[in-house]
């Protein structure tokens, strides 16, 4: 299968968004901040049809999206850290209102584009196996950017999301580490929709992490785990596609909830 170009890009592309939603989940997880990840996506959903509908690329529009709503979500992430419950679950239902709306309003601006449904399937559930030279660039870029501002947030984050009352005590600047982790999320959550679409992207960018921190491995052991189970599940979608025809995201997710599944089992009273 690798003989074919296309299938060359695919694994690329797939290789890289592993690896950075690998990293990246760790610290969404870590942070409890799965569920405004997971409405990220459906902003980036609206995004980028909005682009398409105003002759842009669908990828551009979905992170410039992504990144505006991720700096609103950053500014109140500290108050979300140490919210009591009756404030994180009001929190809670307007990212949920604001989801759906998101996805509602990408559904009208397909409408009035009159895209047809292949379009719209490849933006909801991915189209690794379509991925071009000029996309392919285009994600090694994103992805790079994520990274650096990674490694640049890694330790400030880190201690941030353990204590972050004692973080604010030692000087560090819980807003500007929430702005700017949850840009790399929003950068982070366009380019996963690349390989699993707007609606599974938890799978790539939760599952694995999910896995990791169940079973309490230390950060370093966690990060590394949940990059290279990100990379095998991604890989392992694309080979298990191309001998039964069924979609890559689905071989995804289904292998994310069975590893989670299988680790429950092995950990089961590991936090």
Known sequence: M?????????????????ILS????????LRGQSFAGHALSHIGFAGATGAVLIGLSP????????????????W?????????????????????????????????????????????TALLFGNVLGVDHATLRLLFLLAGLCLAGLCFLARPLLFASLDPDLA?????????????????????????SETTGILLVFSLLVGPAACMLRLGLAPWAG????????????????????????????????GAALS???????????R
């Not at 690798?2 to 592993?18: D, I, K, T, W």
């Not at 690998?22 to 997880?29: C, S």
């Not at 025809?245 to 689905?250: E, G, H, I, T």
């Not at 989670?260 to 590991?270: C, H, Q, S």
Request: hydrophobic letters at 60%; proline letters at 2%.
């Open 260 to 270: 989670y599944i299988a680790v429950r089992f092995l950990a089961p009273a590991t």
């Open 223 to 254: 990060l590394t785990g949940s990059a290279l189970l990100a990379l095998a599940l991604s890989w392992g979608g694309l080979v298990l596609s191309w001998y039964t025809d069924a979609p890559v995201s689905f071989w995804i997710s289904l």
């Open 59 to 74: 990828l551009m529009g979905m992170a410039l999206s992504a990144v505006i709503a991720g700096l609103v979500l950053g």
């Open 2 to 18: 690798l003989h074919y170009e296309f299938m060359q890009n695919a694994f690329l592309a797939s290789g890289v968004v592993a």
């Open 22 to 29: 690998g990293l990246v989940g760790w610290f969404l997880v």
């Open 76 to 120: 109140e992430a500290e108050g979300d850290l140490r919210a009591n419950a009756a404030t994180a679950n009001h929190r809670d239902s307007v990212i949920g209102l604001v989801l759906a709306a998101s996805l509602g309003l990408g559904l009208l601006f397909l409408q009035w584009q009159h895209a047809p449904v292949s379009s719209t």
């Open 168 to 192: 604010a005590a030692k000087g560090v600047r819980l807003r500007f580490v929430a702005c700017g982790f949850m840009s790399v999320v929003a950068l982070a959550t366009a380019i996963c």
